[in-house]
């Protein structure tokens, strides 16, 4: 099992829709849950990050945090074209290591 | 305010020759990741600094990748000798000590081993 998963799409999404993006961890212990952007060529950026159970909001981004389920999620709400790329979960776990996912492509279909 | 700065950007190299990456991270960070990202993948962590002190290597090759930090401020990492299976994209990010968490990575530099 990976310590991070995604799924590795593509996710094909409306314009204006929302696109709903899932990763699942497997150290119980994990403190903090990041989700990066990262466009085709280049480096990641950091879009969120979430370390408590429950919702977090910043603009069109909402991420989501089950720590029960070692889930956690990030919703794009109104999907634009310019939000197409590979999104990143990472974690950082008990051990305090960062691990990334392989991340998710994102397509936003006009 | 500039960003994580690493040269070269592209790297040709033929097997079993030694490549060299250089990393300057954002002013004030003391805090310095090397991470290697093969295509398809997250990045995988190679090495954490703390300041000069490598508190984290455990992922990293230590039969032929080294690391340096000697100042604190900019890092290398080379990679003596290369082998086909290293080509990769080799990111360098930085953090400060009161927000650790919030990496700023660099462009990367791709490295293609033939």
């Known amino acids: 099992q990976k310590e991070v998963e995604q799924n590795s799409g593509p996710l094909s999404v409306p314009e204006g829709a929302i696109a709903s993006l899932n990763c699942t961890y497997s150290?119980?212990?994990?403190?903090?849950f990041f989700w990066y952007r990262q466009y085709s060529g280049k480096s990641p950026e950091l879009i969120m990050f979430?370390?408590?159970?429950g919702d977090k909001e910043d603009g069109r981004f909402t991420a989501q945090l089950n720590k029960a389920s070692q889930y956690v999620s990030l919703l794009i709400r109104d999907s634009q074209p310019s939000d197409s790329a590979t999104y990143l979960c990472?974690?950082?776990?008990?051990?305090?290591?960062?691990?990334f996912g392989s991340g998710t492509r994102l397509s936003i279909r006009p | 305010e500039a960003g994580v700065v690493q040269s070269p950007r592209y790297k040709i190299i033929e097997k079993k020759q030694p490549v060299a990456f250089w990393c300057n991270p954002i002013?004030?960070?003391?805090?310095l990741y090397w991470y290697r990202q093969n295509l398809g993948q997250g990045p995988e962590l190679l090495i954490r600094?703390?300041?000069?002190?490598?508190?984290?290597d455990s992922q990293l090759p230590k039969d032929r990748f080294s690391a340096e930090r000697l100042k604190g401020v900019d890092s290398t990492l080379k990679i003596q000798p290369a082998e086909l299976g290293d080509s990769a994209v080799y990111l360098c990010?930085?953090?400060?000590?009161?927000?650790?968490?919030?990496?700023?990575f660099g462009p990367g530099t791709r490295l293609l081993v033939l």
């Open positions: 990472a974690v950082t776990s008990s051990a305090s290591k960062i691990i």
């Open positions: 002013s004030g960070h003391n805090t």
């Open positions: 150290d119980r212990g994990s403190q903090s």
């Open positions: 979430i370390y408590s159970n």
């Open positions: 990010a930085s953090s400060s000590s009161d927000l650790q968490e919030t990496q700023y």
């Open positions: 600094y703390e300041n000069e002190e490598a508190v984290d």
